[in-house]
């Protein structure tokens, strides 16, 4: 059997990261995208590795067409594409949406929601039958975040209903399309945003009463492409402890 070939957008830190690691133990071939971080994506590629997974990484801005095209071509050369991970995101700082900087509203729609459209177009065209793609989207799509990114939060509901829609386009192909929606996870996503603070405040206030990992979305993730969850597509997995 040839080992699955998995695309991870914004693999190199993060749940991506753990993405990363998680689907090379479980025996997957990775490319892996990243925007700025080539140290981080080394890493992560490098560890990867060492678990016995071929790599590539691949410098790619899910927003911009071109280099959404680059990475995919560069699946194409290790052999055939049968998984796609759209995980790259950003909340673009928090804060209330009358204060929100235009240009912050439309960088935040262009990563979370052109780039997955990009990337998915670009899969439904290289995945074969038995192929899946996950989106990362978060519970923030069914909250609505107030104070903190509305803007963000809607660019998440865009994912979920991407998700509906390209599940059924792509059902009689064979191939599967879900999302997880993950809670407040212990990443360095939050510090970016201006709260680095963020996941232990938070962290006591949900039902489970502690923030989540990269690895525990992770683990939603591997099995959303796997064998295991073969009937299931359409999907919009909550991982967020009960918020
Ligand atoms: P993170 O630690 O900030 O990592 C973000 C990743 O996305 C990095 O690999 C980064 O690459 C990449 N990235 C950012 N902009 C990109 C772009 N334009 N093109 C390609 N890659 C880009 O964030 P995270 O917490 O792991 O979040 C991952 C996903 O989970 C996001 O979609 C986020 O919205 C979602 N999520 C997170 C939480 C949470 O609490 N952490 C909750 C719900 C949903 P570089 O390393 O090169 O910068």
Known sequence: MAR???????????????????????GHDLVIGYSSDAEAAAA?????????????VVHCDV???????????????????????????????????ADAEPATIQRVIDVNVVGVLLCCRRAARDLGRGGAIVNVSSGAATLGSPGDYVHYAASKAAVDTATIGLSKELGPDGIRVNAVAPGIIDTEMHATGGDPGRAARVGPQIPLGRAGTAAEIAAAIAWLLSEESSYTTGAVLRVAGGR
């Open 4 to 26: 699955p070939l998995t695309v991870v957008t914004g693999g190199s830190r993060g749940i991506g990261a753990a993405t990363v690691a998680r689907l090379a133990a479980d």
């Open 44 to 56: 992560t590629a490098a560890s990867a590795e060492a678990s016995g997974a071929r790599c590539a």
């Open 63 to 97: 927003s911009v067409p071109a280099d959404v095209d680059r990475l995919f071509d560069t699946a194409a050369e290790l052999g055939t594409l049968t998984g796609l991970v759209n995980n790259a995101g950003i909340t673009g700082g928090f804060g209330r949406l």
